[in-house]
Structures are given as C-alpha cells and as structure tokens.
C-alpha cells in the first residue's frame, strides 16, 4: 500500500508541475486549438499538447517502478509490471501516433494502421483476452483478434469522448480507479502498482483540464489514456476469477465505449464517413439541452461514476445481483438513449416497427423480380407478361400497355378495383402505359417510375425485341 501511494503521488506531482509549463511554452509558441464557432466548443484558443506532459510521466512512473525494484520492495516477476515493462514500445508508438497527429496531422486511416501496429505488438507480448489452456488454434486467433480490436476501440473511445473541457480525463479517472480498487480487493498487487501511477497523472493534470480547461489531451493524450486503459483492462481480465468479473472492464468503460457505438451507427444510417467529425456526440446534445459545459461534465462523470461502481461490484457480489445490476444499468441507458432523441434511430424504428419497412422491401422484391422476367423477355408480348404479372403481385388496380399499334391491358378483381386515379406514362411519342393502383398503398407509385424505365430502355436497346418489331416502331425514349 505504501508503495502504491509513493508511486501514485510522484505521478501526480510530477504532473501537476510539468503541465504548466509546456501549456505555457506551447502557448508561447502559439501551438493552439483555435474555436470554430461549431464542433469546437471552448472560448478561446488553448494548447492541446497534453499528452506530452502525460507521456513523460508515464515513463517517469516506469523507471520509479525499476527503482523500487532495485531497492528490493517490489517483484518484477509480477506478470504485470513485467507487462508495463515490456508494453513500453506500443506506447510510444501510439504517444507518437497522437503527437504527430497533433503537430502535423494524419489522416484517420494512417492512425489507424499504426493503432494496429502498436496493439498487435502488445497482444503478442501477452496483453490480450484469457483463454483457456489446450484452447484450439482456431480459438486463440480469434481471442487475439478481440483483443486487437479491443485496444484499437479502447485508445479510439476516449479520443472521441474528448470533446468537452476535463471530460475524457475524468471518465478515465473514474474507469480506472474501479479497476484499482478490484485489483486491491482481489489480491494483485502488480496490477495495482502498474496502474497507480496513470491515475496519479490523470488526478494531476485534471487540475488544469477541468473546465475551464487551459490545456487539452490533444490526440497524443487521448490516444495514449485510451490505449493504457485498455491494456489494464486485458491485465485485469487475464486474472479475474468469476464470469462477470471478467467483464468489469467493458461495465467501467461502458460511457466511452456506447459513444463509439453510437456514432458508427448515427454515421453509417446517414451514409457520412465513419471516421468524420460532427456535433452530434451526448455531449453536444447535453449543451443543446441548455446546460453548461461544467454541468454537462459533471452529469458524464455521474454516468461514469456509476458504471465504474458497478464494474467493482462485478468483482464481488454474488452472481446473480451482479446480473440483475447489470440489467439494471442497460435499463437506464436505454432511457437514457431515447432522452437523446436521435432523429436517426427514430427513422429506423418507424421503419422497422410501423411496417413501412416491409412495403419498402416488397417493392425491391418486385422491382427485382420484373427485371429478371423482363431481361430475358424476346418479344412485346413477354415484355407485357412481365410488366401484368409485376403489377398483379404488387397489388395494382389496373396496368395497360400499348407498343406498336397492340393494345394489352389487365384489371384484377380486388377489393379497390376502380378505386383511384389513372396515370398514365408516355413511353414514347406513340407508346403508352397506365397504371391504377389503390390510394392506400402509396408505396406502388414509387414502384411505377422505375418498372416504365425499365421497360423503356428494354424496348429501346434489346435486340431481340428490335428482330420482331420494325426500327421504325422501336421507342426512342426521353431520359
């Protein structure tokens, strides 16, 4: 416990003194983030080069760890400081990745190649999801894989969350300190020595980070808090005892990692990259909500405070409480989520829950079935096969055809027949077809125009039909 405390507050005071400064060599140097009146929420310009201050301490922490060692107080063949040790490289890595992201830019491809880069090394030095022993081949490349992407989602979480004045900071602070306190509870000692110190850093440059903050994370700092938490979480998975204990670290870090989830998804309905930037995180629609940047900070940092409490609880109730917690938390989030009023998520339900969604998908099936009959149709009178055997399936009223002087028409005895207006669409300066279909089923006049275009270009390009009907009679259509 000393040893904890030694490590924990050299961290946080070597911190608290070297953050000022490059703030303020950085800001001499005018090396800020500007405002943008948009995504950019903060006042005025403020350097963002806090990974810097964080990245030296946490080597700093390294080479205390071997201090102690060498004065005898500590075993560095805890498999966890031994861990820490070796993980050194990865972590320069993605310090470095961040840094020349902050300075220079990368695009969001070429940091992600190096977050692989830099998680696969740590995944082949041992810091990776536990599997169990005689596991089959197959079993532990996709235990790898998970891993893998677990410290890419970790590293990539609280980089997205870093949008608002000590947020990011103080989400990690709270995931983190759980994972510590399990660690105590539970008997492993190397794993809380190793993680003493990143709470030491994360407790002393929140002074300044706080809103309203003077300096930010920045991507080399984000990336690197991101990255290190999921490598404690992995540490902490490979040595839980009980099922859901293995889980706390996906419970402690349930905020960060729900926003990631959240914005591929809001992105990939609206079709925007997934990697691009937009004001639609929780954070901004708790400042559109009218709260204040301190206030929407500090309902986060309750959201976190609570899924940390219940990731310790993980570790030491009883299984079946731990799940009905666990219920409980997915219950509130739930409620949470529908509070946020997503205008994407309210489409998709309506789609999915009103039926509109399958009109939509049995016009796509109509639609695909009539091109097929229709693209190996030879002469007009297949081609009206195609199109009445279409429109019956589809429910229409009424459909006529006339190509080449020949007249074709059909109307099914339904329920609607008569009911609704005729719309008839000119083929070409001499063809014609009409439809009726039932007022109530708008969804049918979305299936006309490309079943008529279809035709259209069927009658006009498709040599076959051009054997049976003179040149003269063939439709030149407009686009």
Same mark, same amino acid.
């Given at each position: 416990m000393f040893t904890l405390l030694v490590?924990?507050?050299?961290?946080?005071?070597?911190?608290?003194?070297?953050?000022?400064?490059?703030?303020?060599?950085?800001?001499f140097l005018q090396f800020v983030d500007k405002p943008d009146f948009d995504r950019k929420v903060h006042a005025r310009p403020i350097p963002r080069v806090g990974g810097i201050p964080l990245g030296i301490t946490y080597l700093f922490s390294v080479g205390i760890l071997v201090l102690i060692w060498w004065q005898g107080?500590?075993?560095?063949?805890?498999?966890?400081?031994?861990?820490?040790?070796?993980?050194?490289?990865?972590?320069?890595?993605?310090?470095?990745?961040?840094l020349f992201d902050d300075f220079r830019g990368l695009s969001p491809l070429q940091k992600l190649a190096c977050?692989?880069?830099?998680?696969?090394?740590?995944?082949?030095?041992?810091?990776?999801?536990?599997?169990?022993?005689?596991?089959?081949?197959?079993?532990?490349?996709?235990?790898?894989?998970?891993?893998?992407?677990? *410290?890419v989602l970790c590293a990539n979480a609280i980089n997205l969350i870093d949008g608002l004045d #000590?947020?990011?900071?103080?989400? +990690? $602070? &709270?995931?983190?300190?759980?994972?510590?306190?399990?660690?105590?509870?539970?008997?492993?000692?190397?794993?809380?020595?190793?993680?003493?110190?990143?709470i030491g850093c994360l407790f002393g440059f929140l002074y300044y980070n706080f809103n309203p903050a003077s300096i930010f994370?920045?991507?080399?700092?984000?990336?690197?808090v991101g990255f290190l938490l999921g490598c404690y979480g992995l540490m902490w998975h490979q040595q839980a005892t009980t099922g859901l204990g293995m889980a706390a670290p996906l419970v402690a870090l349930a905020f960060p990692l729900g926003e990631v989830m959240l914005s591929i998804a809001r992105r990939f309905l609206r079709n925007t990259p997934i990697f691009g930037a937009d004001?639609?995180?929780?954070?901004?629609?708790? *400042?559109?909500?009218?709260?204040?940047?301190?206030?929407?900070?500090?309902?986060?940092? #309750?959201?976190?405070?609570?899924? +940390? $409490? &219940?990731?310790?609880?993980?570790?030491?109730?009883?299984p079946r409480m731990a799940t009905v917690l666990l219920v409980l938390l997915i219950t509130v989030a739930y409620i949470g989520f529908r509070a946020l009023e997503y205008s994407e998520f309210g489409v998709l339900g309506n789609l999915l829950f009103s039926g509109e969604f399958r009109r939509l998908l049995r016009v796509k099936i109509h639609l695909k079935e009539y091109e097929q009959s229709l693209a190996s149709a030879r002469t007009v009178d297949e081609c009206w096969l195609a199109l009445r055997n279409t429109c019956r399936e589809a429910k229409f009223s009424y459909v006529a055809l006339r190509v080449n002087g020949q007249f074709f028409e059909?109307?099914?005895?339904?329920?609607?027949?008569?009911?609704?207006?005729? *719309?008839?669409?000119?083929?070409s300066s001499s063809d014609i077809a009409i439809f009726r279909h039932?007022?109530?089923?708008?969804?049918l006049a979305m299936l006309m125009a490309p079943v008529v275009e279809s035709l259209r270009k069927k009658l006009r390009f498709n040599q076959d039909l051009q054997d049976v009907n003179s040149p003269e009679e063939i439709a030149v259509l407009a686009s």
């Open positions: 490590v924990a507050i050299c961290a946080r005071l070597t911190t608290f003194f070297l953050t000022p400064f490059v703030r303020d060599f950085f800001g107080l500590i075993d560095l063949r805890d498999p966890s400081i031994r861990l820490m040790i070796r993980l050194s490289p990865a972590v320069a890595l993605i310090f470095a990745v961040g977050e692989l880069v830099a998680a696969t090394y740590a995944c082949a030095i041992g810091v990776r999801l536990a599997t169990p022993p005689g596991s089959s081949m197959i079993l532990v490349v996709t235990v790898a894989v998970m891993s893998v992407l677990w *410290l #000590g947020l990011a900071t103080g989400v +990690a $602070l &709270l995931a983190s300190v759980s994972l510590l306190m399990a660690a105590m509870i539970h008997h492993r000692p190397g794993l809380a020595l190793v993680m003493a110190p990143f994370l920045g991507d080399a700092g984000s990336l690197l004001r639609n995180h929780i954070h901004h629609r708790l *400042l559109r909500r009218g709260l204040s940047h301190r206030g929407v900070a500090l309902v986060l940092y #309750g959201v976190s405070a609570l899924t +940390a $409490l &219940l990731a310790f609880l993980q570790t030491i109730l009883h059909d109307e099914p005895k339904t329920p609607h027949t008569g009911e609704g207006e005729r *719309l008839q669409v000119q083929l039932d007022p109530d089923m708008p969804e």
